[in-house]
């Protein structure tokens, strides 16, 4: 069954260091999101990119963040200088299409730790 | 603005049913979801409805949608000690692109 994988499962930071979360999202999906879950916390968004470009993005998502799709399979979530307040797990998830956007599968989620 | 709230605990007895209630505020709503997370793993899509869609039933699960409250449930028949876990519901919308806004999950717990 095709997944989403995102590595690494746990990355541990010093703050005001940066960081990159991968992703590879299923191969013939077009529609890519990240979303974070603070500890305890609910499910937030933070992106949706399509087409090389960000298609939305949250408050959370500030300039300190950005997305990269490098090549035909990865997608990467940067966070410039890292703040305690980052510490979450960060959950990649893409669709296929908008018209089957209900249908995004989720990673299993980067557990970042922010020291 | 956009919000997401249910409760956050419900226990019950292995066997019986479960029912997980969820309000949202946001009328453009396009899909509301049900989502499941055990601890230590990601999020599975459990069952999605459509906006203009009352009930939605796959299996064990029925989605009860009623758009004019909007109140949206996940009945679980025969609740199992596998089904313990966080559920999350959630609704998406399309600004631009489509974006998911989650409820903080309720907990269920089964007992044996």
């Known amino acids: 069954e095709p997944e989403v994988t995102q590595t690494p499962s746990h990355q541990v930071t010093q703050m005001g260091q940066e960081v990159i979360l991968r992703c590879v999202p299923i191969?013939?999906?077009?529609?890519f999101y990240w979303y974070r879950q603070i500890l305890g916390q609910k499910v937030e968004f933070l992106v949706s990119?399509?087409?090389?470009?960000?298609?939305?993005k949250s408050e959370i998502f500030d300039d300190q963040f950005s997305v990269e799709r490098p090549d035909g399979s990865n997608f990467t979530l940067k966070i410039r200088s890292t703040k305690l307040e980052d510490s979450a797990m960060y959950f990649c998830?893409?669709?296929?299409?908008?018209?089957?956007?209900?249908?995004?599968?989720f990673g299993q989620g980067t557990r970042l730790t922010v020291v | 603005g956009e919000d997401v709230e249910q409760s956050l605990f419900l226990s019950v007895r292995e066997g019986d049913s479960s029912v997980i209630n969820c309000t949202y505020t946001?009328?453009?709503?396009?899909?509301l979801y049900w989502y499941k997370q055990e601890p230590g793993a990601g999020l599975q899509l459990l069952t999605y409805?459509?906006?203009?869609?009352d009930m939605k039933q796959d299996q064990r699960l029925t989605v009860l949608l009623n758009k004019k409250d909007k109140h949206l449930s996940l009945r679980i028949a025969d609740t199992q000690t596998g089904d313990s876990a966080i559920y999350f519901c959630?609704?998406?919308?399309?600004?631009?692109?489509?974006?998911?806004?989650f409820g903080a999950g309720t907990r269920l717990f089964v007992k044996a």
């Open positions: 998830a893409s669709s296929e299409s908008e018209a089957r956007f209900a249908e995004a599968f």
């Open positions: 191969s013939n999906h077009l529609y």
């Open positions: 990119f399509y087409n090389n470009e960000i298609s939305e």
């Open positions: 946001d009328s453009s709503s396009t899909y």
């Open positions: 409805i459509f906006s203009n869609m």
């Open positions: 959630a609704e998406s919308m399309r600004t631009g692109g489509f974006k998911t806004i």
